[in-house]
């Protein structure tokens, strides 16, 4: 099944700040959550891994990341992350889209498109949640990509979407929040 | 009220006699297939495949073999050193056992794990890798059937394209002209969703095979352990594994509804494993491989029409079909019948014109196609038919009630004459609807629902008048791989006049053990708790193919009336010699004989039994035994008048089922108790596809509702308070006059709700609605019309 995500937001940066953060593997992937790099194929190929837990459903998925375009002059570049879940339980991809457009007042406007296709045992068990899960990772790395702009340390990158339904059903049915 | 012939003590036919196998069950003693524990016995797990289509790469077992426990990982390739990575279906098309190198489907068995434990098995299955080549599936039947989708069964020699089979029936250019004529014309493109039968039991297997004895005993969720025993010697005989070395053994079954019927790769993998490593292997399926992996049920995209005339008389009818039946055809059907009986679809209606065609096809889902309480494609028909009458009541303006009066065959038509030529045996239909409609007030509701749409509120109103076809069957057309759909009874009374009797059938919830005893008890006069009753050892039971489609009662049902009444023939001649007499001056009453005008000089059934092993006349063989393999010499037709009664609400879209009113006809009723148990079932299991249940599959070939959260089995909370009685037509051609009851409330619910729900919504224009008719449908139905 797949899941699209696009969504916009402004940060308090140059855009050649943000298009080198946003397009440089090592710093991008501090800000998805769960990801971590493991190598270098070549200038356009990583490999990598992302860990998701999905209530009772752990995935850990080995991927490979490809930038299919990073145009410097238009600012816009497209990845695709095609990933194996390592018990052989299923498959991911996604592809991304990100454009930079210059703002006033030394703003920069990211506008970012995701599709994502999950096969196997993940689509099954989690399709109702994909969608509110994809956008929490979503908020996550966004949230994650300002704090590393900022300078900040960027926080934990793990998650786990049992948790977090966790908290989901605590506020629902009005539970102990602390 | 029923009238019974015998007293209570004897609890013969029409008697609500407790059931007979009630104790066990509420007492905890069942003995279903997972309370089978054998020593030195091993556990399987199973390895399914993620994906919907895909190249196997690699299968590293490493990992798995490292866990204490774990004893082997069995793969296609190993089972193929056996030739039995292969398998026949019940449609003669093959299946994988284990496959080799591609996998069909979501959820195909990849290998399998064999341990000591359960747990270590679990855990076995979780530590395999597989790693696959992700093929593109083919999902969606209609692009199946596209000249450019991939060719699915390649294994197939000479396979070009993922077509099955074309059927077609009727009078083809007879309908096309009474169509191009008719003052009325309706169509509708319906889908009867892909559904699951979900019994509470899954599935599973205890396979024992001794080296020694070369002998396999086979315990197992099978719902024809005789059949099964054939196939399995069908298979496994070139590894020496033949019929006389075979015991299958059914025990306590929970829940069969033709999901038991089937053969699947589980079962075979087991035996190969207890056979290679020479202990038994016990599988027991999960939910979610029950849910995601097992025969599906229904599939059929149905473009329906009907033609009439303006004041209401149906003239033809015509319905093309494109059967989705996943990776395999591994329908559950007759030999001859690839659409099993789904020509039952000209209804309950008088009329002489009719043409049907289907095409099958391959997709990568799940093979299946079994009769889900269904006698093999008759809830796709019915809700056909039914549902295209509704849309041509809507079209002529006339009430739906009235067309179906108008068009019914009258009961002094039969045996009537279907366009597809079953030969109806009896029925009463507007004697069925007549009472159904004094029941529910039907104008009475009519009026009210008039003064509701005032109000801007939406109730409706919904009728299906059935008409089933069950009991197969005649040995002239019906067979499974060649053997004729014949079943059987053998009744032993023992000296004392206690008996036991076994059947060729199995029951997994119906009540058997009560009703055959009922059924020998009101020819015998022998009281039914008297009766031992024993199905599903191949080892001890005649043969029989089994019980589903609502067979048992017409078939074994009948044997059992059969060979009892050869065992009163032997009592007459006992008595006879007994009390002095001629046959001739004898008269019975149950439980006795006595001489005519003496009824002081009598003999009871058990000083009978008692004589024919202690004192019968010379020449006669002595006992009291009789076993009969009954041949119907025709199916038997139940009938059934539903109306169901809804309100909708326009913000949410929800359904509310305020009453349902179910008329059956089974013909003669052995056991009211358990015919209306059998109705109540029955029902839920028919507002579960009106309302709930689809398997959804996504692009991809991932199921999307693979679980109990999301795939909706309706509970006590979702069932209305269903309100049941009956009318009786007796079968003129069996032993006993009855017809089956299981699977008619299945077949007639869902139109009955279908057209509840789509009447409610006609005031804006709404002519049809595909089940599972959801609240969010409806919504979504209601805001295309600017209704909300």
Known sequence: ?178 | MIECKTSKAISGMGHSMKRKEDGRFLHGQGNYVDDIKLPDMLYMDIVRSPYAYAKIKNIDSTAALAIPGVLAVITGKDLEQYNLHWMPTLMSDTQMVLPTDTVMYQAQEVCAVIATSRYAARDGREAVKVSYEVMKPVIDPYKAMDASAPVLRTDKEGKKDNHIWHWEAGQKERTEKIFAEAEVVVKEQMHIPRIHVSSIETCGCVADYHKVNNQLNMYMTTQAPHAIRTVIALVAGHVGLTEEKIRVISPDIGGGFGGKVPVYPGYVIAIAASFLIGQPVKWIEDRSENLQADSFARDYHITAEMAGTKDGKILATRFKILADHGYTDASANPSKFPTGMFSIGTGSYDYDTSFMECDAVYTNKPPGGVAYRCSFRVTEAVHAIERITDRFSLEIGKDPADVRMQNFIKKEDFPWKSPMGWEYDSGDYHAGLKLAMDTVDYWGLRKKQAEMRKEGKLMGIGISTFTEIVGAGPSKDFDILGIKMFDSAEIRVHPTGKAIARFGTKSQGQGHETTYAQIIAEVLGIPAENIQVEEGDTDTAPYGLGTYASRSTPTAGAAAAVAARKLKDKARKIAAYLLEVSEEDLEWEPGKFFVKGAPEKVKTIQEIVFASYTNFPQGMEAGFEATHYYDPPNLTFPSGAYICVVEVDKETGAIDVKRFVAIDDCGNIINPMIVQGQVHGGLTQGIAPAMYEELIYDEDGNILNGTLMDYLVPTAVESPSWETGHTVTPSPHHPIGAKGVGESPTVGAPPAIANAIVDALSPYGITHMEIPITPFKVWKALKEKGVV
């Open chain 1, 1 to 178: 099944m797949t899941t699209n995500i696009a969504k916009g937001f402004v940060v308090n940066h140059p855009i050649a700040m943000v298009w080198e953060n946003l397009t440089n593997p090592e710093k991008i992937v501090n800000c998805v959550p769960g990801a971590s790099l493991t190598e270098t194929v070549d200038e356009n190929n990583y490999k990598g891994k992302v860990s998701l837990k999905f209530g009772p459903v752990k995935a850990g998925y080995d991927g490979l990341i490809t930038f299919l375009e990073r145009d410097a002059a238009t600012h816009k570049m497209v990845l695709k992350g095609l990933g194996d879940d390592e018990k052989g339980k299923g498959n991911a991809e996604m592809n991304m889209t990100g454009i930079l457009t210059e703002e006033a007042d030394g703003q920069t406007n990211v506008n970012v498109s995701m599709d994502i296709t999950i096969t196997g045992m993940l689509a099954q068990f989690g399709s109702r949640l994909i969608t509110d899960v994809s956008n929490t990772v979503f908020d996550q790395f966004v949230g994650n990509f300002k704090d590393q702009l900022d300078g900040k340390e960027a926080g934990d990158n793990s998650i786990s979407a049992g948790s977090m339904m966790g908290s989901m059903v605590k506020g629902i049915f009005g539970g102990n929040k602390s």
